[in-house]
């Protein structure tokens, strides 16, 4: 089988919920990020959202504590550790942060199944608050994509991504596999060519805007709805690449 590489959303995607909104609701800070969410870029609003805790007396161990009771559909870790034992090469491509990503990855066990997480870094100060920056400086120069926040234009990542393996030499034998929901998801389905899929989250933002704009999006496109759904029809396009290798040109499939 050729080598393949799956991107992951994790908001929505491996996980059941937003990690932003769950850690905010759970800590009980929802009226002010309400109050400041129509005044600053949501990447920004999440690091004041932090600021809000830390004066509030609430620590990185109860960020921590929240982290871990996030809700996951059942079949997603066993289909993370089925696919990443068939050696296909797992990222995740996700607007939340290093911190929120990385405790929930630990928690569960799985990872050390990606190999990459591209998403907005954080870290805890000397303060013992937690900091979270944009991916992209926005402050500094603009991505250049109208259809993406600021501070991160999925898009824009999925093409590095791609120029990293074409200058190696790979593309002609692996397979980028990039499984989403949200509206950030829509950008890197329109990077794709008519030898790719695009698999959006049936009833979810991204799956909303493929329907509407058909005409521009030249990928085949399947969904999927839940856990469950997600790892047949993972599995299954991952026996078609196999099976069929031989006679297939380098494929992009974006869920």
């Not at 919920?17 to 990447?43: A, G, I, K, Y």
């Not at 491509?93 to 190999?115: M, P, R, V, Y």
């Amino acid at each position: 089988m050729e080598k393949i590489v799956i991107v992951f959303d994790f908001d929505k995607t491996i996980i059941d919920v937003d990690s932003d909104n769950w850690v905010v609701d759970e800590l009980s800070v929802t009226d002010v990020f309400n109050q400041l969410l129509p005044t600053m870029p949501w990447n920004t609003l999440m690091d004041s959202m932090m600021k809000e805790l830390h004066s509030e007396g609430k620590t990185i161990t109860n960020i921590i504590d929240v982290l871990f009771r996030v809700t996951i559909h059942p079949r997603i870790i066993p289909s993370i550790k089925k696919i990443h034992a068939l050696g296909c090469d797992l990222r995740i491509l996700s607007d939340a942060n290093l911190f929120f990503i990385e405790t929930i990855l630990n928690h569960l066990g799985i990872k050390e199944c990606f190999s990459e997480i591209y998403t907005n870094p954080s870290y805890v100060n000397d303060e013992g608050r937690l900091r979270i920056v944009p991916y992209h400086d926005f402050n500094s120069s603009f991505h250049g994509c109208h259809c993406c926040p600021p501070n991160m234009c999925k898009g824009k990542i999925i093409e590095k991504m791609q120029a990293s393996m074409a200058k190696e030499g790979e593309m002609k034998k692996r397979t980028i596999i990039y499984l989403g929901d949200g509206v950030g998801d829509f950008c890197p389905s329109l990077r794709m060519t008519e030898n790719d899929f695009v698999m959006p989250r049936r009833n979810f933002p991204v799956w909303d805007l493929i329907c509407e704009n058909k005409a521009i999006v030249k990928a085949e496109v399947r969904s999927w709805a839940d856990g469950e759904e997600l790892e047949k029809v993972l599995l299954s396009i991952i026996n078609q690449i196999g099976v069929a290798v031989s006679k297939m040109s380098p494929r992009i499939i974006v869920l």
